[in-house]
């Protein structure tokens, strides 16, 4: 049978299995994402062959392949194809679901194969492993790992066919030396531990996706043609939702509008383990900010701020910072995402540096706020992590070396550690003892830099709060931020797992 005719829909292979089955013959399944095909992949597949009489490998699909940016390298027709086309292997399907676990169901084999490789792999904190042998046994069948040569396709593409450049692929192999995979995860992994504070705007992301189709006939504008919309929560929204998807117990704090306040719909884009507690600033719409995008290049045209920055009443404004002042103690640290909205008042600003005994600020300047809100409006930050055109505008200086303006504005800040991050220029850190240290960007597949920085923020100040090496900090950090680039808008936070996935890539 040629290569082409061995790929089969996963839909029907049960019944195709069948035959076999009534045949006698015993059913052989492997699964991989199989990027690269290499000498450690067929001799795996080779080996578990000769466990049964008909193997069927299943591929992970494009969607699933959670191994950070630019993976896949190849798509998923053309990895089943590679597969296909050993003469041992029986059929080849593209699974359609996030993990093996259904498609073991479906095929239902004499013999699930690992790779050698699973004897000695560090603990599964997902804990999908040990499902799957759950599955295997609940089938009736045989778990079996091959014992051969192993390659990783991660190690082989990072050596290979790497998008890095050689700077950014240098840095990464003295990292690794510095750095030991183990020291980075027991990092992530204390965040679960810590009891979080979140205080900030929120923010309504509205993208408009649309078809420019020309000039309007009687005025000089650009006309659109409307294709679909998507809202996503921003702000103090997505900072929150990426923390809980690595602490345990998170607190939420923020203003909503009396007018248009779209709570229902902020409440079920909150995570599970988010308690939120609202303010309803008087006769004012929850913030809007409503994109203009075409369809196609999803390149940003024009947008449109639904606000009233005006803040809260002087009430409401006292009854937050009572609040502050009374339960700031109970958590590990206060993460403050100051969008400038209103939602962080000059009274709430000193509450923060009174009550929290760990702050991390970010002061992020917009279109709504550009050269009215800088990082000096907080006398006081444990971890202050902003944009270097942030930083330019705190200090007024378009051009030259922003490392003095990072030693003026730590001093003023009494900030133990300190990032100004610069887009594809990766990150650049000041550490306790005053010294300066340069991450690379590992971003390769930019989809939309809305978000990123939110990310970055999120997930730096967990590790800060733990007094991490400032490097290892800017190091998650974008690691974060590239898997956040490759994510329209706030669709989806990020999470523990995909990011220990693409460290343990980058660093093979």
């Known amino acids: 049978m040629s290569g082409r005719k061995k790929i089969k829909k996963i839909e029907r292979l049960n019944e195709i299995l069948d035959n076999h089955r009534a045949n006698g013959e015993k059913i052989v399944h492997c699964h991989g994402i199989f990027d690269i095909l290499h000498i450690g992949h067929i001799r795996y597949l080779e080996q578990a062959k000769r466990l049964g009489d008909v193997l069927v490998v299943t591929v992970t699909p494009d969607r699933y392949v959670d191994r950070g940016p630019g993976r896949p390298v190849f798509n998923e027709t053309l990895r089943a194809e590679a597969i296909a086309s050993l003469h041992f292997v029986d059929y080849a399907a593209v699974n359609q679901w996030q993990t093996v676990v259904e498609a073991i169901r479906l095929i239902k084999p004499d013999f699930y194969v690992r790779g050698a490789d699973f004897r000695n792999r560090p603990p599964d904190t997902s804990g999908i492993n040990a499902i799957e042998e759950d599955v295997v ?101 997505a900072v929150a939702n990426h923390v809980a998807n690595f602490a345990k117990s998170v607190k939420m704090v923020t203003v909503l509008g009396e007018r248009d306040s779209h709570e229902d719909f902020i409440r079920s884009q909150l995570k599970s383990n988010i308690n939120p507690l609202f303010i309803v600033q008087d006769n004012a719409p929850t913030l809007i900010k409503r994109r203009f995008i ?124 300190f990032v100004v991050t610069r887009g594809r220029r990766g990150a650049l850190l000041r550490s306790p003892m005053g010294d300066f240290i340069e991450v690379p960007s590992f971003a390769q597949n930019i989809v939309d830099r809305v978000g990123a920085g939110d990310a970055f923020f999120a997930v730096t100040s967990l590790a800060a709060a733990q007094s991490a090496p400032v490097e290892l900090i800017g190091f998650i950090g974008n690691v974060v931020g590239s898997l956040a680039v490759e994510i329209v808008g706030n669709k989806k936070a990020i999470d523990r797992q995909s990011t220990q996935k693409f460290i343990t890539n980058l660093l093979r």
């Open 294 to 417: 075409e369809g196609y290049s999803l390149n940003k045209l024009f947008e449109v701020y639904v606000m009233d920055s005006s803040g809260l009443s002087v009430q409401k404004n006292n009854q937050l910072c009572k609040w502050v002042q009374e339960h700031a103690a109970n958590y590990d640290l206060v993460i403050a995402a100051d969008f400038g909205h209103g939602a962080i008042g000059e009274e709430l600003v000193g509450t923060l540096i009174n009550h929290s005994p760990f702050l991390a600020v970010n002061t992020q300047a917009n279109a709504g706020n550009r050269g009215f809100h800088t990082i000096s409006r907080y006398p006081r930050a444990d971890y202050a992590c902003i944009a270097e055109h942030e930083m330019r505008l705190e200090t007024r200086t378009l051009n030259g070396n922003i490392k003095p303006m990072m030693e003026t504005i730590a001093q003023n800040l009494k900030c133990k550690q």
């Open 137 to 237: 046994k609940e089938v009736g069948a045989t778990l079996s790992h091959t014992d051969d040569i192993h390659f990783s396709s991660s190690g082989l593409i990072n050596r290979y066919l790497s998008g890095f450049s050689d700077e950014v692929q240098d840095y990464l192999n003295v990292f690794h030396q510095r750095y030991k995979r183990d020291q980075i995860f027991q990092t992530i992994d204390n965040m679960e531990k810590l009891n979080v504070l979140v205080i900030g705007d929120t923010i309504l992301d509205e993208y408009q996706y649309c078809e420019a189709i020309g000039k309007s006939s009687k005025d000089p504008v650009l006309a659109l043609k409307y294709q679909s919309h998507d809202l996503f929560a921003g702000g103090v929204l």
